[in-house]
C-alpha cells in the first residue's frame, strides 16, 4: 500500500514502480521536446522560396554554430541532458540523411571541439576563419550554404556585461567570456562573424541562415541583403533543436511559429536601451507602459523602426484570415474568424484580435493584444472557424494619477476598434467597433506600489510627464540590528530541529490526519511551538536528488521534507547527481508557438519528470516580460506582451498541477534585469506595473491558480519585493485572490522577519529561525504572523500527491 507522500518521505531518486518504464527523458518526451521545438521556429525572410530545402540537395554549412548549437540558456534555467542534437545531426540522424560538404564539418567540429578543450564554454566560442581553400571546394560542391549563429546568455549576468561583486564562480566565467568575444554585447554579429557571413553570401546562390539563439539579435545585416534569401530563426530549441531545425528546413512541417517579441533595426530603438546600465542601483522603467510593440506601433516614425513585428512569421503555405461575425454582451466580446489555408501545403496559422482604444485622457497603445489562438494543421482548402473572445477588463487602462477615476480600471468614452490578424503589422481592422458612450470605472482598486524616485515618464506622443518626487524609502530599517550574517547564500545547516521522541506512542495530530479529514489544519497547528512555525517558514535540507531545497521537515507532526527542483526550461538536476532530464525549448520559443494546448502538454510531461524524481515543487514557470533584449534571462521568460505571457503561463501551469505538482510563477516581480539584481530598485508608475508588469502573473493566477509564487530578488519602488506587503498581499492575495504559497527568491537579501511580515511565506535556500525568534521577542512580529504563513507551507504539501 502505498503512504501519503511516500515519494518524497521515503524514495530520493528511487523510481516508485521500478517495472515500469521511465518517463524521465523517455522517447516520448524527447518527441515532444521536438515537436514544440519545431512549431516555436519563425521564419523570417524566404525569399525567391529557396526554404524548404529539397532532401536531395547538397549543402554546406558554415559556422561554429553548426556543432556549438546552444540548447538553452544558463543558471537555474539549465538542464542536465544526456545529449544535444546540433544541426549536423539534424541533417545526418534522419532516416534519409542529407548530403552535406564534409570537409567543411570536420573543420568546424575540430574547431569547437579544440576551443571546449580550451575552457570555451557552448555559445561562447570565437567565430573561426573560414579557410579560402575549404571556401573554394564547398562552391564547387553546392550552390546552397546554410549559416548558423548562436548565442548564450545566462543568470546573473546581462548580454552587455557590467561587473559587479556578487557572481557565483560559473556565472562569472561564463560573463567574462562573453564580454571578451562580444564587446558591446552579443546582440550584434562579431567582427570575425560579419567577415564569415560576407564572405558566404557572397560565393553561393543560396544562403539560409539559422539563428540559434535564446533572444533578441541584430536583424539588419539580413533583413535588406539580398545575398541571404532564408533565415530561420530556430532558437535554442531544447535538446532535440538541431533535429527540429532540419526538420523545418527540408519541410517536414511548414512553419508557424510567429514572433512573442519586436525586432527592431537597432539596439538603440528599444527605449529602454538608453537607460539599462545607467546606475548599476537602480532602473528608470521611462517608457512606462510603452514596452515592446506598444511602442514601436504607436509613437508616429518607431514603426519603420522595425524590420521584423511581434505576430509576424512565414509559412511555405499561405492563408486567408476573415472576419465572420462579432458579438458583443456584458461579459465581452468575441469574434468568428475564418482561416482558410489558400497555399500548396499543410500548416497552421496564428490569429491575434487587438484592441485600439480612443487615446482619451490617459493615452494608450495604438495595439494592445487581446485574445489569439492557433488552428490546427489545415490542408490545402481546408477552412476552420475560430472564436476568440475576451473581456472589457482586458481593453480597460488603469488611472494611477486620477485623470478619469484614480486607482481604477477604466474604459473612456469612444470608439474602440478591433484589428485582427496574425502580427500587430498585419492585422487588419474589422468592421465591428465597440462604442463607449461615456466614461467607465471596470474595477475601482487602491492606490499601490506607487513609485518615489521615477522622475518622469513617456506618453502615447513620445512626450514625457513628470512624476511626483516623494522622500525615499529606507528599505534597510531593521527592529533587531542589522546582521550581515543573515543575509546571502547560506544553506540550511541541519535537517530542521534537534530530535524529538517518535515512538509509536506519538499522540501528536499528525497531517496525514488532516489529509484524511480526521483533524482540521489549525488543531495541528495549534500543536507547533513558535519555534516550530519558524522553521516551517524556513528552506530545509536537500534529501535525495534534490538540489534546491524543500519545505516542511517536522516528522512529530508528519509533515514531510517535499524537495523543490528548477525549471523553467525542464526539470534541473545537477549534473554531479548522475539524472540526466528533457530539456525542453526555451520559454520564448514556446511562447511562439502561441499554442497554449502543446504548451499544456509540455507541462504535463516536465511535471512528471518532476514527480518520477521524487520532487515535489518546480519552480517554474519564469514570466519576466521581455522589457529591453539585454537582459541576460529573457530565454526563460514568454514575451514582451503581458497577456501572452499570462496565457502560455496559465497553459503550463494547468499542465504542472494536473500532475499534482506545484508550479512556482516566478520571479514577482520587474525583475528585469541580472547585474546586481539583488540590490536593483526597479522604478516604475503603477500604471505600468500594473499594465505590463504585474498583468501576467494576474493572469496566471486568475486563470490557472498556481500553487506557489517566487518574489524577485529586486527591489519594486523602494522596497525589496520580498519584503514588499502591498505587491504580495494587498494586490497579490486581496485583488487577484492568490491561495498559493510565496517563496522568496533563493537568498534575497530581505530580513527573514520583514519577508514573513509582508506575506513572504517561507525564504529560500533557507530561513533564519533564530532571528525570526528574535524579531518575536522583541515584538516586531507576532506569532500569528509566522502561523499564517506555515499554514500556507502545510496547505500546499497538502495538495501534493507525492
Ligand atoms: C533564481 C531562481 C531559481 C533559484 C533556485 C535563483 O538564483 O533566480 O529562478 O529558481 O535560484 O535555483
Not at 480612443?358 to 482548402?381: D, H, I
Not at 545547516?493 to 488532516?514: A, F, M, Q, Y
Request: hydrophobic share 35%; aromatic share 10%.
Amino acid at each position: 500500500m502505498l503512504t501519503r507522500w511516500q515519494r518524497a518521505r521515503f524514495m530520493p531518486n528511487v523510481p516508485l514502480y521500478p517495472n515500469q518504464p521511465k518517463v524521465t527523458a523517455s522517447k516520448e518526451h524527447l518527441e515532444l521536446s521536438r515537436r514544440a521545438s519545431r512549431e516555436g521556429m519563425v521564419l523570417l525572410k524566404n525569399d525567391k522560396q529557396v526554404l524548404p530545402i529539397n532532401s536531395l540537395s547538397k549543402l554546406a554549412l558554415f559556422g561554429k554554430g553548426v556543432f556549438d548549437f546552444v540548447k538553452g540558456g544558463g543558471g537555474s534555467g539549465d538542464v542536465t541532458v544526456e545529449h544535444v542534437r546540433n544541426l549536423y545531426d539534424g541533417f545526418t540522424m534522419r532516416e534519409h540523411p542529407v548530403d552535406l560538404f564534409e570537409p567543411l564539418c570536420d573543420y568546424y567540429r575540430d574547431e569547437v571541439e579544440k576551443q571546449y578543450a580550451e575552457g570555451g564554454k557552448p555559445g561562447l566560442l570565437v567565430e573561426p576563419e573560414v579557410p579560402e581553400e575549404l571556401l573554394e571546394a564547398a562552391k564547387a560542391y553546392t550552390d546552397t550554404a546554410i549559416i548558423t549563429i548562436s548565442r548564450f546568455s545566462g543568470e546573473s549576468w546581462d548580454r552587455k556585461v557590467v561587473y559587479y561583486d556578487r557572481q557565483e564562480e560559473g556565472e562569472k566565467i561564463q560573463s567574462e567570456l562573453s564580454e571578451k568575444i562580444f564587446g558591446e554585447s552579443d546582440y550584434y554579429l562579431t567582427a570575425n562573424e560579419q567577415k564569415m557571413v560576407r564572405l558566404v553570401s557572397e560565393s553561393f546562390e543560396k544562403v539560409i541562415v539559422v539563428l540559434n539563439v535564446g533572444g533578441v539579435v541584430d536583424t539588419q545585416w539580413f533583413a535588406e541583403n539580398d545575398k541571404i534569401s532564408s533565415v530561420l530563426l530556430s532558437w535554442q530549441g531544447g535538446m532535440e533543436g538541431g533535429l527540429a531545425t532540419a526538420d523545418v528546413l527540408l519541410g517536414e512541417i511548414s512553419p508557424c511559429g510567429k514572433l512573442a517579441d519586436t525586432f527592431a533595426k537597432s539596439l538603440e530603438d528599444y527605449p529602454s536601451t538608453e537607460g539599462f546600465h545607467e546606475s548599476p542601483t537602480y532602473v528608470n522603467y521611462s517608457e512606462d507602459i510603452y514596452v515592446g510593440y506598444r511602442y514601436f506601433e504607436t509613437l508616429e516614425g518607431k514603426a519603420d523602426r522595425v524590420n521584423y513585428p511581434f505576430g509576424y512569421g512565414l509559412s511555405y503555405t499561405t492563408f486567408n484570415i476573415e472576419v465572420k461575425a462579432a458579438n458583443a454582451s456584458e461579459n465581452g466580446i468575441s469574434f468568428d474568424v475564418e482561416v482558410t489555408n489558400t497555399g500548396a501545403l499543410t500548416g497552421k496559422e496564428v490569429v491575434a484580435v487587438y484592441v485600439k482604444a480612443p487615446q482619451g485622457r490617459l493615452k494608450k497603445a495604438s495595439k494592445s493584444l487581446v485574445a489569439f489562438a492557433k488552428t490546427k494543421e489545415l490542408a490545402p482548402n481546408e477552412s476552420q472557424v475560430i472564436t476568440l473572445s475576451h473581456s472589457l477588463y482586458d481593453m480597460a487602462s488603469y488611472d494611477d494619477l486620477g485623470k478619469v477615476a484614480k486607482s481604477a480600471y477604466v474604459l473612456e468614452a469612444g470608439a474602440y476598434e478591433f484589428y485582427i490578424g496574425n502580427s500587430v503589422r498585419d492585422a487588419k481592422k474589422a468592421g465591428y467597433e465597440y462604442e463607449v458612450a461615456e466614461d467607465v470605472v471596470i474595477e475601482q482598486l487602491t492606490a499601490r506600489c506607487i513609485p518615489h524616485e521615477l522622475p518622469s515618464r513617456m506618453l502615447s506622443d513620445g512626450s514625457f510627464e513628470e512624476l511626483e518626487q516623494l522622500p525615499p524609502v529606507n528599505y534597510m530599517e531593521n527592529a533587531i540590528g542589522w546582521s550581515q550574517a543573515a543575509l546571502g547564500a547560506n544553506g540550511p545547516e541541519t535537517r530542521g530541529l534537534p530530535w524529538r521522541n517518535l515512538d509509536e506512542k506519538n499522540t501528536n495530530i499528525l497531517l496525514e490526519d488532516v489529509a484524511d479529514g480526521k483533524d482540521d489544519l489549525d488543531a495541528l497547528m495549534a500543536q507547533l511551538s513558535d519555534l516550530d512555525l519558524a522553521y516551517l517558514v524556513s528552506g530545509q535540507p536537500n534529501l535525495g536528488v534534490a538540489d534546491t531545497f524543500g519545505w516542511g521537515n517536522n516528522e512529530a507532526f508528519g509533515i514531510p521534507s517535499v524537495m523543490t527542483a528548477d525549471g523553467p526550461a525542464g526539470l534541473r538536476i545537477r549534473p554531479e547527481r548522475g539524472v540526466y532530464t528533457t530539456a525542453w525549448p526555451i520559454a520564448t520559443q514556446l511562447a511562439c508557438t502561441w499554442d497554449q494546448n502543446l504548451i499544456r502538454e509540455v507541462g504535463v510531461a516536465a511535471a512528471e519528470e518532476v514527480k518520477e524524481n521524487n520532487l515535489c515543487v518546480w519552480l517554474a514557470p519564469a514570466m519576466n516580460i521581455h522589457r529591453n533584449p539585454l537582459c541576460g534571462r529573457n530565454f526563460e521568460y514568454y514575451s514582451e506582451d503581458p497577456f501572452l505571457t499570462g496565457k502560455m503561463a496559465a497553459a503550463i501551469i494547468g499542465g504542472i498541477q494536473s500532475m499534482k505538482v506545484g508550479a512556482t510563477v516566478k520571479h514577482f516581480c520587474c525583475n528585469n534585469k541580472e547585474t546586481n539584481r539583488r540590490n536593483s530598485d526597479s522604478r516604475v508608475s503603477e500604471r505600468a506595473l500594473r499594465e505590463i508588469y504585474l498583468k501576467g502573473f494576474e493572469i496566471a493566477v486568475k486563470d490557472a491558480d498556481p500553487w506557489a509564487l517566487m518574489s524577485s530578488y529586486n527591489l519594486v519602488n523602494g522596497y525589496r519585493a520580498s519584503e514588499n506587503h502591498e505587491l504580495l498581499e494587498d494586490i497579490l492575495r486581496g485583488e487577484w485572490n492568490f491561495k498559493g504559497v510565496v517563496t522568496s527568491d533563493w537568498f534575497t537579501l530581505g530580513e527573514h522577519y520583514k519577508e514573513t511580515l509582508a506575506g513572504n511565506d517561507i525564504k529560500m535556500g533557507c530561513g533564519y529561525p533564530e532571528r525570526l525568534m528574535m524579531a518575536l521577542e522583541a515584538g516586531a512580529i507576532k506569532r500569528e504572523n509566522l502561523y499564517r504563513c506555515a499554514k500556507r507551507v502545510l496547505e500546499l504539501i497538502l495538495k501534493l500527491e507525492a
